[in-house]
């Protein structure tokens, strides 16, 4: 049988391939053992990783930014990228990507998918950029030098934060939604997959900003009143001065639609009152709250509610 295998390998030796030179013309033909070492080296230096990926907030306080930051330099041919696709983590129902600008020129990214809430994190959705440009010869691989790729806004109301989606996430694939998600960058130096982890786990806050607006403003409370805690999960508490005699009211909590929720009958005391809202059924999202007392209403502050 050691005989049979020693002449099986020397007929694969006697297979040739075609060598080609940085001006694309033969040069030489290697037996096919070099091609058995080069899908070995394909496949060690794939799990290596040599590409990071980081997302930062601009200074506008709105764009997002997701660069590469190389950590080898690969000049051409080597810098050739055929495919790459950045996954983002972001609360759920509360964030959609508009306004995305590729950065680099004759590089292209489309927003591919979106996952809403999957069984393994509900609290989450993951959003999918990939590279359309494939095979391109634009991206620079320098070492340790950042390279924007795109830019983002989002065109939802949010509370939470932003994340590049990690590796060990619990929604990485195989998962429960069959989604291809995570982030990957194949180039021609690296032999294959590039991306070797975030270039850090920064989580990065995206609170909008949703003015108040009071419908009647009576002078109903001395100062503002104060709401807490922020995010909440079971209770929220709301502490103000009234300034009218003793009387009933409503407080009421409405949704960034306008629909109500929640509504509770409160009795107000002349001076300091506090008064404890439950708000555990409610789902995650930002909310709002009302006080109406007679025919006035006052928007009161607003509130995150997050689930364990």
Excluded at 81 to 109: G, H, R, Y
Excluded at 135 to 155: S, W
Aim: some cysteine.
């Amino acid at each position: 049988m050691l005989k049979a295998g020693k002449n099986h390998y020397q007929k694969l030796q006697s297979l040739f391939i075609m060598n080609v030179n940085q001006n694309n013309t033969y040069i030489a033909r290697k037996p096919f053992f070099a091609l058995l070492t080069g899908i070995l080296i394909f496949s060690i230096t794939g799990l290596s990783g040599q590409v990071q990926f980081k997302l930062d907030k601009l200074s506008d306080g709105e764009t997002y930014q997701v660069s590469l930051v190389p950590m080898k330099t690969w000049a051409s041919p080597m810098n050739i990228t055929s495919t790459a696709q950045v996954t983002l983590k972001v609360p759920t129902n509360s964030f959609e990507i508009s306004e995305l600008v590729s950065v680099q020129p004759d590089v292209n990214w489309e927003y591919n998918s979106k996952s809403v809430s999957p069984d393994e994190a509900p609290q989450y959705d993951y959003l999918s950029i990939g590279l359309s440009s494939m095979g391109t010869k634009q991206l620079h691989y320098k070492k340790g030098v950042a390279v924007p790729l795109f830019t983002f806004k989002n065109g939802d109301i949010c509370q939470g934060s932003i994340q590049l989606m990690s590796s060990n996430d619990p929604f990485k694939t195989p998962n429960s939604k069959r989604a291809n998600v995570g982030n990957s960058i194949t180039v021609f130096g690296a032999k294959g997959e590039a991306f070797q982890r975030d270039f850090s786990s920064k989580v990065i806050p995206c609170n909008t900003e949703v003015p108040l607006q009071v419908t009647k403003p009576a002078a109903l409370v001395e100062t503002k009143p104060s709401v807490y805690p922020n995010p909440a999960i079971n209770q929220v508490f709301v502490e103000m001065q009234w300034q009218h005699v003793s009387t009933e009211g409503e407080m009421v909590i409405l949704d960034m639609n306008g629909r109500e929720v929640s509504k509770q009958t409160v009795n107000l005391q002349k001076g300091k009152n506090k008064m404890d809202l439950n708000v555990k059924n409610l789902p995650s999202g930002l909310f709002s709250i009302e006080l109406r007392y007679q025919d006035q209403t006052m928007v009161l502050d607003r509130f995150v509610k997050q689930n364990r």
